[in-house]
């Protein structure tokens, strides 16, 4: 991780935030890492301080297609299905967020934070300025997601309500974890899929 930063011309010493979008093991695994490297404040949900805990994703939930639910049992397959990580340390300077307050806006910074549940109870995304959403595995844009869908969902209701945030921010684009950026319109477009999504279980591994 941090050679790819480095890629990138960007050192831990620059980073002076690191907001965890939920408590998975493709967002949490690096995170004692940096946070061991840097004095960046952590910016995570309150609900995502019990589940990094745990140090493995939780099996609510399921699938939301046949394909998704393919690609996720053939993880375990090739011994990438059990999802652990290290277990976090929460530094005491993190910022825990209660979904009532936003604490970039508190301190002049132009980024709003947004409760996105559905792919996690503890899921969150970001609304910059520059009319954008880093909605975190809200939404997907690559292989295999279908109709812009997340390949886990551990609440149906809740991820069809963050779908229904995000259209109603109006913004225009929206930056998935995963995959190239899409236009938010999509969203709108797609939107009708969700009803149709019948949630398939996978058993823990």
């Known amino acids: 991780m941090c050679r790819k930063l480095q890629r990138n011309n960007i050192n831990l010493s620059d980073i002076n935030y690191v907001l965890l979008t939920h408590a998975h093991d493709d967002h949490a695994g690096f ?24 140090g493995h994703n939780l099996w609510i939930g399921g699938c939301p297609n046949l394909t998704a639910k393919i690609f996720v049992v053939g993880m375990g397959l ?42 996690t109870a503890d899921s969150i995304g970001v609304i910059c300025e520059d009319d954008s959403i880093f909605c975190g595995d ?33 913004t225009k684009y929206i930056y998935p974890s995963h995959g190239k950026p899409f236009m938010s319109r999509d969203l709108e477009k797609y939107r009708n899929e969700l009803e149709r999504i019948k949630i398939r279980k996978v058993k823990s591994p």
Request: proline share 6%.
């Open 31 to 54: 995170l004692n890492e940096v946070l061991e490297g840097t004095n960046a404040k952590l910016v995570l949900h309150e609900k995502a301080v019990e589940r990094l805990q745990i």
């Open 78 to 119: 090739f011994g990438k299905g059990r999802h652990k990580y290290p277990i976090v340390t929460i530094p005491k300077n993190a910022i825990i967020w209660d979904t009532k307050t936003q604490p970039f806006e508190e301190i002049g910074i132009p980024l709003h934070l947004i409760a996105l549940p559905g792919h």
């Open 138 to 170: 809200a939404a997907m844009n690559q292989f295999p997601s279908i109709h812009r869908n997340i390949i886990w969902i551990e609440n149906i209701e809740e991820y069809r309500k963050s779908w229904d945030r995000m259209i109603s921010a109006k």
